[in-house]
């Protein structure tokens, strides 16, 4: 597999050409961000931290029969993915009330949510991702009625695979984003699964294990990521 041209850089991975044209390669990088690329910084670490996490994670799914962007790892921070077209929607799942849903509805953080919410937002950082529902996705053309529902149910199941997982380990998945995409025309998981896009605390301390720490500045971030690798049996060296 030759890495040619880069095709993208965006502020956590870059993605670059194959001679394959099915085939990507992307490059997890030590660059983090926060709040619409506002707060940003370089995390010793992170981008082999994240690529070894996302792999796990996808390897994971793919047993549990969730379709993925994943075909192998390369080196400590690139990962060979199929090339897809991304939906421009975040599917957010909440296990327990955080983050935005408490700003927006005044409700307070910890709330186990049952069942758990599903919420849809367009990826658009000029307008701050904001929250859409089914209907505009549809009308919009961001994605099928039937893209859509499929993108729904494989979040769900995600939900199922991954509570448990890290309930396993002592760690709660508190919510998550996934971002989906089409390959040869099937609806396939995409982007990555790492503590960068969800929210996990410590089962019996509730301390944060996840970007939050990056975001309220309580440091740590990456010893924390891979206090979660660890628990979860990830070989990070
Ligand atoms: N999230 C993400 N990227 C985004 C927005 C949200 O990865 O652009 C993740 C976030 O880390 C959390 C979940 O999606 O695990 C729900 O985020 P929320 O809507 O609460 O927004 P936030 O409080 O992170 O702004």
Redesign the pocket.
């Known amino acids: 597999m030759e890495k040619r041209a880069e095709l993208y850089s965006g502020k956590a991975k870059s993605v670059y050409e194959t001679d394959e044209q099915d085939f990507l390669i992307l490059e997890f990088r030590n660059d983090t961000s926060?709040?619409?690329g506002e707060k940003v910084d370089q995390l010793e670490r992170k981008g082999m931290v994240n690529n070894k996490f996302n792999a796990f994670i996808m390897t994971k799914l793919k047993e549990a029969g969730v379709p993925t962007h994943f075909e192998r790892l390369l080196s400590d921070q690139e990962s060979l993915v199929k090339r897809m077209e991304m939906l421009p929607v975040?599917c957010?799942v909440?296990n327990i009330s955080?983050?935005?849903?408490?700003?927006?509805l005044g409700v307070a953080e910890g709330q186990e949510l049952n069942p758990p919410t599903f919420?849809l937002?367009l990826?658009n950082d000029a307008l701050h991702?904001p929250?859409v529902n089914e209907s505009l996705v549809e009308t919009f053309g961001w994605a099928t009625k039937e893209q859509l529902a499929r993108a729904k149910e494989l979040t769900y199941k995600v939900n199922d695979v991954l509570k448990k997982l890290f309930d396993d380990a002592g760690i709660l998945l508190?919510?998550?984003?996934l971002e989906f995409g089409l390959f040869k025309g099937e609806v396939v998981l995409g982007d990555e699964f790492s503590p960068?896009?969800?929210?996990l605390w410590d089962k019996a301390t509730r301390n944060k294990l996840?970007?939050?720490r990056f975001?309220q500045g309580l440091g740590g971030v990456v010893e924390a990521y891979e206090e979660v690798g660890r628990r979860l049996g990830i070989q990070f060296d």
């Open positions: 926060a709040f619409d975040e957010v909440r955080a983050g935005s849903l408490c700003r927006r919420e937002f990826k991702d929250m508190v919510d998550y984003k960068d896009g969800c929210r996840d970007k939050d975001r």
